[in-house]
Antibody
Framework: QVQLVQSGAEVKKPGASVKVSCKASGYSFSNYHITWVRQAIGQGFEWMGWMNPNSDNTGYAQKFQGRVTITRNTSISTAYMELSSLTSEDTAVYYC?????????????WGQGTVVIVSS | DIQMTQSPSTLSASVGDRVTITCRASQSITRWSAWYQQKPGKAPKLLIYKASTLESGVPSRFSGGGSGTEFTLTISSLQPDDFATYYCQQYHTYPWTFGQGTKVEVK
């Protein structure tokens, strides 16, 4: 079935970087944009950015510009989100999601989420 | 950034009730909005996109409406599986933004 499977939980120290993977299966990875969203514990969602796996074009929320990088490896149908200069405020569940049909569209398939804890 | 404001924040209801959640955008987003359902410890699930289009596989008791700045999600007859938190989202303008959520709880 169509699914996105993310890498496991991470614990990082302040100032470090984290890289989360998101492996797609059950559909053609290159045909759908991927996006990343995070949710702090008990909070709402923050959209971080998107990527077109076919072209490697990306777009980032201004809040994360310069700190986030979204990449992909099409040979293994996997997208990556790397966030640098971590602080305690980056502690959250990070989700990848497939953008439904067009570049501007809803998110129809979600990964299971990756917990990232930033603590000294 | 476009602010998405949901009301109410919490809604107490019983099985069989008709439930409506409202989402207001701080500026017009035409119909570029979606609704998601999230249960504790789980990823969100897409219910409605383009304001009123039901995602495939979602029960027909869910419906969406609105355009411009005001949107609604209605559950026509609340079922036990529907107790969850619901979020609206706009994808009209970057950065895409979400409402703060509405928790539907047992009355």
């Amino acid at each position: 079935q169509v699914q996105l499977v993310q890498s496991g939980a991470e614990v990082k120290k302040p100032g470090a970087s984290v890289k989360v993977s998101c492996k797609a299966s059950g559909y053609s990875f290159s045909n759908y944009h991927i996006t990343w969203v995070r949710q702090a514990i008990g909070q709402g969602f923050e959209w971080m950015g998107w990527m077109n796996p076919n072209s490697d074009n990306t777009g980032y929320a201004q809040k994360f510009q310069g700190r986030v990088t979204i990449t992909r490896n099409t040979s293994i149908s996997t997208a990556y989100m790397e966030l640098s200069s971590l602080t305690s405020e980056d502690t959250a569940v990070y989700y990848c999601a497939r953008i439904r049909e067009w570049a501007r569209d809803a998110f129809d398939i979600w990964g299971q989420g990756t917990v990232v804890i930033v603590s000294s | 950034d476009i602010q998405m404001t949901q009301s109410p924040s919490t809604l107490s209801a019983s099985v069989g009730d008709r439930v409506t959640i409202t989402c207001r955008a701080s500026q017009s987003i035409t119909r570029w909005s979606a609704w998601y359902q999230q249960k504790p410890g789980k990823a969100p699930k897409l219910l409605i996109y383009k304001a009123s289009t039901l995602e495939s596989g979602v029960p027909s008791r869910f419906s969406g409406g609105g355009s411009g700045t005001e949107f609604t999600l209605t559950i026509s007859s609340l079922q036990p599986d529907d107790f969850a938190t619901y979020y609206c989202q706009q994808y009209h303008t970057y950065p895409w933004t979400f409402g703060q959520g509405t928790k539907v709880e047992v009355k």
